[in-house]
């Protein structure tokens, strides 16, 4: 070996460390070449004269990746045993490329230096105190550096200039593969075909990533695995949140040949580690986009309506996705004071009210109101039923045509869901008689395979009978055809559910606005519908809950006219007797009564019988406040008996009235004059 001559007795004396490196994983794999040179380096060791006791192997860096020594504990404790002094000599397959950067080697280098350790390669063996050595290695270590720059930069303009073209070959997402001749086609596995147009078609109907999820509880769906044990074989596993979002989200079911859809970052995070992420890029900076590149599930408008679908369900984003309440208009009612959203908030028994939330930001404008849901929304529903009209037949066939495809999908499922069940049967039972009768071990494993085989086939042909049979039936194109006649009916009816009757205001209405208007008893409210014509209505703002309408006259009158005589209860039954109604139009009960008492000012009956009176008339007769006569029921000075109402009624003599008088005069508290006449006190 060159320079063999620099190797010393102190050099052998000490330890020969032969130090591994692989980057990745599949490098480790695949390249078992490199990692068996790199092995047989313990063997030039000892030809180098070390005992073979003294040569030892660092192999944990094996299949670690990064451009830093951070994450290498094996290069970590070769350091550290160069620093100590105790080896004799470094062995690498290339030393210039023993640390990942120039740094690492850099390093490394030094503590050869001073503490004489040899660093030896294919190449020879340096001795670093030796300064022809050290320029040498340091002029190596520099031409790796700039090597692997122009290889990386040669490749990269190769790929890219491939991908330009559309021919980089690139992992393709299940239910795409490369035919023979290198084209991506569309899987020919039917049952996974369908499982993949299933994921567009349940977006397209339930309008989000996690409705899809539910749509396929209990189904599995198709993951074909690169690299690894498993490569190239399709597994099928539970459809997550995250894969159906990888599924919609990927152009290449759009048939579109996408390159640089993501960009790797380094990150240095808090540790000082480097590490490599992983950034989506937006469509306008993918680097390169062919559509119509190969077949795909859906349309490359698809694509982008999906993708906007998908934005306006990100909340995060801005996004206001349409919710389960019923206030209609959530999401897209804005305020025409200060031109932000409204929010719909609930204030138990769905009662829901639109409400400004800029006070909030300090953004709050004089025109800025809130206002009961049910009042915008009747509006803007019958401006919507109004506007449909002409549209009803054509609506209704649609929606029929999607029903029965998403008919014909549930069972179609099933249907191929059987069919390779039975297939794997048949090929159970093949393997099974093909063996030989001898091999009895192998015979009852097959045969055990063949009858599980055959029992997943039984339950997949139940799962399908289950599944025709929880189909509801559907309804004939006639009945269709009557009920799409009467859409208002659609409408209201208790199985529309409010994200139905919000889906479809929004396909016409882009957004309503509650504009300001200066007179308070009214609401003035702006349609802007897609086509881009605007509306306005104005309607009467209901009062504030709690303030009741105004009461008809000849009501109001006999309840001012009976009513300080009459108790409440009696009032009802007279009322109801007479056919009066409320404003609201309906019948009076006691709380309307207390009502029509509270803003007419009308006293109830008394209570109180014989020669009893009430707090307020005792003051009165007392002068003194209600507030003293209550204490005095409280503590028992006075007696009161309490009326079925609750009202307290006082028992009222001559006598009650004096012994009143008396608490009063000598109550200092109450009678200023009694103060007086107390002696004061002087120094
Ligand atoms: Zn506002």
């Known amino acids: 070996m060159n320079g063999e001559h620099k190797i010393t007795g102190g050099h052998r004396a000490r330890t020969a460390v032969v130090y591994l490196r692989q980057s990745t994983l599949m490098q480790v794999r695949e390249h078992t070449e490199s990692t068996l040179r790199q092995y047989a380096l313990a063997g030039t060791a000892v030809a180098l004269g070390w005992a073979a006791r003294d040569v030892e192997v660092i192999d944990r860096d094996l299949g670690l990746s990064g451009t830093s020594a951070a994450h290498r ?88 200039a491939a991908a330009e073209r559309g021919e980089l070959r690139a992992p393709l997402p299940v239910g795409l593969v490369y035919d023979d001749g290198g084209m991506v086609v569309t899987d020919p596995d039917a049952e996974v075909r369908a499982a993949v147009a299933d994921i567009f078609a349940c977006f397209l109907a339930a309008g989000s990533a996690y409705g899809v999820v539910a749509a396929f509880a209990g189904r599995k769906f198709p993951q074909r695995a690169y690299g690894g044990a498993w490569a190239g074989q399709l597994r099928w596993s539970p459809l997550t949140h995250h894969r159906v979002l990888q599924v919609l989200k990927n152009p290449a079911y759009a048939g579109a040949y996408v390159y640089g859809r993501c960009v790797t970052r380094k990150k240095i995070d808090a540790d000082g580690n480097v590490r490599t992420v992983t950034a989506d890029l937006p469509r306008a900076q993918w680097p390169v ?21 998908l934005a306006a369900n990100h909340t995060g984003g801005g996004g206001r996705p349409v919710r389960e309440g019923t206030a209609l208009c959530q999401g897209i009612i804005i305020c025409g004071g200060c031109g932000g959203p409204m929010a719909a908030n609930y204030h138990g028994d769905d009662r829901a009210s639109y409400e400004c939330h800029s006070h909030r930001d300090g953004k709050k404008t004089p025109g800025c109101r809130s206002i009961t849901a049910h009042a915008v929304d009747d509006a803007v529903a019958g401006a919507l039923l109004a506007a449909l009209t002409p549209e009803q037949v054509a609506l ?50 097959l045969e055990a395979r063949w009858e599980a085989k055959l029992a ?61 208007e200066a007179n308070r008893a009214k609401a003035r409210i702006g349609i802007r519908w897609h086509t881009g014509a605007a509306d306005e209505i104005v309607i009467d703002r209901p009062r504030p809950t709690g303030v009741p309408a105004p009461t008809p006259s000849p009501a109001t009158g006999l309840i001012r006219e009976l009513g300080p005589v009459t108790s409440n209860t009696d009032l009802v039954t007279l009322l109801a007797q007479r056919g009066y109604l409320t404003g609201a139009g309906r019948p009076f009960d006691i709380k309307a009564i207390q009502w029509v008492r509270h803003a007419y000012q009308i006293p109830s009956p008394s209570p109180c019988r014989g020669t009893e009176i009430s707090v307020a008339e005792a003051a009165r007769r007392l002068g003194c406040s209600p507030g003293v006569v209550y204490y005095w029921t409280e503590t028992g000075q006075l007696d009161a008996r309490r009326s079925p109402g609750g009202r307290l009624c006082i028992p009222w003599t001559p006598a009650t009235e004096a012994d009143c008088r008396a608490r009063i005069t000598s109550s200092g508290h109450l009678n200023p004059a009694a103060r007086r006449t107390r002696p004061t006190q002087h120094r």
């Open 73 to 160: 504990q094996g290069f970590r404790e070769l350091m550290s045993r160069v620093c100590l002094g105790e080896i004799g000599a470094v062995l690498g397959l290339e030393i210039s490329r023993l640390g990942r950067s120039n740094a690492d080697l850099a390093r490394l280098a030094e503590m050869a230096r001073l503490t004489d350790t040899l660093l030896i390669d294919a190449d020879g063996v340096y001795d670093l105190t030796d300064f022809n050595d050290w320029l040498v290695l340091g002029l190596k270590s520099t031409m790796s550096q700039a090597e692997l720059h122009i290889m990386a930069g040669r490749l990269q303009a190769a790929k890219r």
């Open 289 to 309: 986009l062919i559509k119509d590149h190969h077949p795909g599930y859906v349309t490359w408008e698809e694509y982008l309506a999906i993708e906007a679908r």
């Open 456 to 516: 997943a086939f039984a339950d997949a042909e139940q799962a399908l009978a289950a599944a025709q049979d929880a189909l509801p039936p559907l309804p004939d194109r006639a009945s269709l055809e009557k009920l799409a006649a009467d859409l208002p009916a659609l409408w209201h009816a208790p199985t529309t559910t409010p994200r139905d009757r919000k889906r479809l205001l929004r396909t016409l209405i882009a957004d309503v606005t509650l504009l300001p």
């Open 396 to 445: 209704a066939l649609a929606a029929a045509g999607e029903v029965t495809s998403q008919h014909q999908r549930t069972s179609r499922a099933a249907e191929l869901a059987v069919e390779r069940a039975r297939y794997e049967a048949d090929r159970a039972e093949r393997a099974f008689s093909q063996v030989e009768p001898e091999n009895r071990l192998v015979a009852r494993t």
